[in-house]
């Protein structure tokens, strides 16, 4: 087979998209659901009017944030799998400076609420980087035990101690006054411009910092082979460490967001699988930093949508993970296939 | 014996029991070399297979075989697409482990709740139920019990006692040394690789027909595969030891209702709901080398060299490689 590799490499890019659009469609079909309907009213869903884009770009911000700090640590060789949990941490963090600091200036109160954020979901990372280096514990196995005492925590929190003397539900905290509210740039636009800002220069500075920077480099290394890198004098340990604590800040912003303009308060599941859609993109990005923003707003959209299209017809939002676990599954069988190939090496 | 202790017990043994099939079929997996990450979505997707054919056909036995056909055609997959396709296999398991737990919940709804979930009943085996406080314990229960325990056995005695079994080890030892001796590796790792997804399959019928029966969008047995895959490393991929690990997690969950359930103490029940993950962390630390190492050396030499080999788990060689050679 040899086709030109102007055919064959967007080939290799789109036949992956169609098998998975093929397989998601007989998962539609399989329930009854048309899947023609489904699409339309994603589309709708997704970008009909301003406040609709609006949405998708709520759910690109902190969906940008995580996926670009797992960049980081998947350079540096680690499944940060925790990201999610440390999502929730920072949402925590947020959540208790917004309810507890009575900070007169809305502008400071709320700088505040976002910088306990990216403090939270950094020490929470911090965790999963000691119990690797200190106690041998895999970060698979350490971010998915964080994860799951994370979110028990939340839970605790929102049904007992942060409740209001009062009483109130056991399902979300208290809505967090309306000073520690990010503010968005209009009432018909709920976008808030500062996460906005924040989340393009979060991106573009670890584009240029994996490729241009001496501790770019020094992750690589890390990454691609810890024991020469460790040789070549390279502090395999403190590049491991700052990549997670870098992922951990990202995914905090990322839960700040959530709580201090979704949602208001704190709740359980406040990421809403961002963590993992997130783990998900980054694999579809090939571990790379560049194709990462495009890819979380695809993914925004079509999540964006699917609220509507779950609240219209009844179609549950796993179907998102469903399709795109099955994208990046037939990904790696593709590129698995072009491998075996005999000019494989010569890509 | 006390009433109460003897129900503690013998809903110690019916809980461990999915998790015993599972890490058996993990162990077997990892042994001859190949992580299957995918356990967690696996076990959920073919629990819904699981209940989704019993409640279409009637039958918990087409139930049960339908969910070790599942686990069995995932870990097939893992292994295609890591053996022959040579991607990596964490990446690939955690795909699956993911997608798995999505299709489930997707795919799962018509079956969400059904009103009479299909169950595997209880069946006290004849003479040896009649057993005091034994009897009670470990004979008076549903068929995934008893087999869960000749697993166990059977399990040990293929891995140590056999010569197939030898192989199975080297595979995951010394691919190349098994191969010079004649092992068809990727072969027999594809093999061992779909009977250990088969066994994680069973482990999800093992849920939910039998002590979780039934299925719902929010499965309680979700987060129980990656326990199990945590158990197979504290228990140093050993099956006896396996089996210590999934009824000491058993046990504290036991512990953690019963306190729930006490008047007197006064801990919040939520925070409870923590502790087999503190348990998970916890054992995970102490197996990894350096803290049995200080642990080992603070006792009495003529112990040290027995306390060592019980506590240290060292991973197969060649766990999670490709071996290019067949």
């Known amino acids: ?347 | 014996m006390n009433e109460s202790l003897l129900n503690m017990l013998n809903s110690i043994v019916a809980n461990a029991t999915p998790l015993v099939i599972a890490t058996m079929g993990e162990v077997i997996t990892e042994r001859a070399g190949v992580i299957n990450l995918s356990l967690n979505g696996s076990i959920l997707l073919s629990a819904m297979v699981g209940v989704a054919a019993a409640s279409l056909s009637g039958s918990a036995i087409i139930g049960i075989g339908a969910a070790a056909l599942m686990g069995g055609l995932i870990a097939l997959l893992l292994a295609f697409t890591s053996i022959r396709l040579r991607q990596d296999q964490v990446a690939v398991g955690f795909v699956l482990t993911l997608l798995c737990g999505d299709l489930a919940r997707f795919l799962g709804k018509p079956f969400n709740n059904l009103p009479n979930p299909i169950i595997v009943p209880n069946m006290p085996i004849p003479v040896l139920s009649e057993i005091p406080v034994i009897g009670r314990v470990f004979f008076q229960h549903d068929p995934f019990v008893y087999f869960s325990g000749l697993l166990v056995f059977a399990v040990w005695w293929w891995l140590y006692r056999t010569r197939p079994g030898l192989t199975l080890r080297a595979i995951g030892e010394r691919p190349e040394a098994a191969f010079s001796r004649g092992a068809r590796v990727n072969r027999l790792r594809y093999m061992y690789t779909g009977i250990g997804g088969a066994l994680v399959g069973v482990a999800g019928a093992a849920y939910s027909l039998g002590i979780k029966a039934g299925w719902a969008s929010s499965p309680t047995m979700d987060g129980d595969g990656w326990i199990a895959l945590a158990i197979v490393i504290f228990a140093g991929w050993h099956p006896f030891r396996v089996v210590f690990g999934a009824y000491l997690l058993a046990a504290m969950r036991a512990v953690a209702s019963g306190i729930q359930q006490s008047p007197d103490i006064n801990i919040p029940p939520v925070l409870l709901n923590m502790l087999p993950w503190l348990l998970m962390l916890g054992t995970l630390i102490l197996v990894s080398g350096g803290v049995v190492e200080r642990v080992v050396k603070l006792m009495p030499t003529r112990f040290q060299d027995g306390a060592r080999t019980l506590l240290r788990s060292t991973p197969p060689a060649a766990i999670g490689t490709r071996f290019d050679g067949d």
């Not at chain 1, 884009?53 to 499944?79: E, H």
């Not at chain 1, 196995?141 to 605790?156: C, E, P, R, S």
Request: hydrophobic content about 55%; proline content about 7%.
């Open chain 1, 1 to 347: 087979m040899t086709l030109p590799r102007i055919i064959s490499r967007p080939l290799f890019f789109l036949l992956p998209l169609v098998i998975a659009l093929a397989l998601t469609t007989l998962c539609i079909l399989a329930l009854g659901a048309d899947p023609l309907q489904v699409a339309q009213t994603l589309w709708e869903g997704a970008f009909k009017d301003p406040a609709k884009l609006a949405g998708v770009l709520n759910f690109w911000i902190p969906l940008t944030l995580a996926s670009i700090g797992l960049i980081i640590t998947f350079t540096a060789g680690l499944w940060n799998i925790g990201v999610e949990g440390q999502m929730m941490a920072g949402a925590i963090a947020a959540s208790w400076s917004a309810l507890y600091l009575p900070i007169p200036q809305p502008e400071i109160r709320v700088a505040a609420s976002v910088i306990c954020g990216a403090l939270g979901g950094a020490g929470w990372a911090l965790l999963v980087g000691l119990l690797k280096t200190r106690f041998g514990v895999n970060e698979i196995f350490g971010g998915v035990a964080l994860n799951a005492i994370i979110n028990t925590l939340a839970i605790y929190l929102i049904s007992g101690p942060w409740q209001p003397p009062e009483g109130g539900s056991a399902q979300f905290t208290p809505p967090f006054p309306a000073e520690a509210w990010l503010p968005v740039m209009s009432p018909d636009f709920q976008v808030p411009l500062f996460m906005l800002i924040l989340t393009v220069i979060a991106a573009v500075g670890v584009i240029f910092a994996l490729r241009g920077t001496r501790f770019g480099l020094e992750l690589r290394a890390a990454g691609k082979s810890p024991r020469s890198a460790l040789l070549l004098g390279v502090p395999v340990t403190r590049a491991a460490l700052l990549a997670l604590i870098l992922c951990g800040a990202l995914a905090g912003l990322a839960g700040s967001q959530r709580v201090l303009h979704t949602y208001h308060s704190l709740r359980p599941l406040v990421s809403g699988g961002i963590g993992f859609y997130a783990l998900l993109i980054a694999l579809l990005a090939n571990f790379r930093a560049l194709p990462v923003p495009l890819l979380t707003f695809a993914l925004a959209a079509i999540v964006a949508g699917s609220t509507r299209v779950s609240v219209l017809l009844g179609i549950d939002q796993s179907l998102i993970g469903v399709f795109q676990g099955i994208l990046v599954l037939v990904i790696l069988m593709t590129a698995g296939l072009r491998q075996s190939r005999p000019d494989a090496g010569k890509v």
